[in-house]
């Protein structure tokens, strides 16, 4: 056996981690359909539920368009074919039924944000519990760390989300980072894909878990910053959004086949 990582610092053994993760860490071939439809199972599963409120969307392949749910549809019945496309003004392209009016928020978004390729906004319950405390998540534990200073923070409720003023407000608010604790509301992630968003969701209701039951038990203590935006660097890749959406995938399609269909 080889001694000779005894002779790397940290930066060089993380490097190194890194390239090891590129070379063999590998994601699903689901179509982009599939995808969302397992993303509204695996967070259906992972307590994100609440009736029919929510909305998950990732951009289409034309311009101006997305994919989202039917509303009506729980998160437990989406399949990949009764997904809408719709455009900016929430008008059904392909498919049958109406999209969410709360919506138009996501329009809003995705041009505010390039980089964007899904918004996930769920009513899960510690983060809605969270919400009505009015204060921002507090991320002081290794394993949230993927949300470290990655969360911004609506601190009033501006009502339901349907109008113009709404949109403006939550991406503006939200600006470059890829997540925000919605007062009185519920949570909202916004990411490069459609994997990522999924795992940085079920993140965020575990950390808000966490944030009231160490809350209710003493004062949070918060964590290094330096070490809190290396745990952040080190979680947040690719390649472990991917590997890490293909196992609740895996976990999901025990139960769930149908939702590829």
């Known amino acids: ?23 063999h860490l590998q994601g699903t071939e689901y179509s982009r359909a599939q995808k969302l439809a397992l993303t509204c199972r695996i ?3 992972n307590g994100h539920d609440s009736g029919l409120a929510g909305q998950i969307t990732a951009r289409g392949e034309e311009p101006g368009t997305y994919l989202t749910q039917r509303l009506g549809l729980g998160f437990d019945e989406i399949r990949a074919s009764n997904l809408l496309v719709v455009n900016e003004d929430l008008e059904v392209l392909q498919g049958d039924g109406m999209a969410n009016p ?4 996501h329009s809003w978004l995705y041009r505010a944000r390039p980089d964007v390729q899904c918004i996930i906004h ?21 394993d949230n760390c993927v949300l470290y200073d990655d969360v911004a ?21 939200i600006g470059s980072k890829r997540a925000l604790l919605l007062a009185h509301h519920g949570l909202l992630v ?13 993140a965020f209701e575990r ?16 964590i290094d910053p330096d070490l809190g935006r290396e ?10 959004s991917a590997v890490g959406f293909a196992y609740y995938a895996r976990r999901s399609l025990k139960q769930n086949s149908d939702c590829l269909e």
């Open 102 to 105: 709360a919506n138009r928020f």
């Open 43 to 45: 967070l259906f599963e």
């Open 231 to 240: 745990a952040h660097d080190w979680i947040l890749r690719g390649q472990r």
């Open 153 to 173: 923070f609506l601190p009033k409720w501006p009502g339901v989300p349907v109008g113009n003023e709404e949109g403006e407000l939550i991406s503006k608010t």
């Open 207 to 222: 950390a808000a878990r966490m944030h009231l039951l160490a809350a209710a038990a003493g004062k949070i203590q918060p």
């Open 122 to 142: 769920t009513h899960a319950v510690h983060t809605a519990a969270l919400s009505m405390l009015e204060v921002p998540l507090e991320i002081s534990h290794m």
């Open 1 to 23: 056996m080889s001694n000779s990582t005894f002779n790397l610092d940290k930066e060089q053994l993380i490097q190194q981690s890194f390239v090891q993760m590129d070379k």
């Open 190 to 202: 916004a990411c490069s894909s459609i994997e990522e968003a999924c795992m940085l969701s079920i």
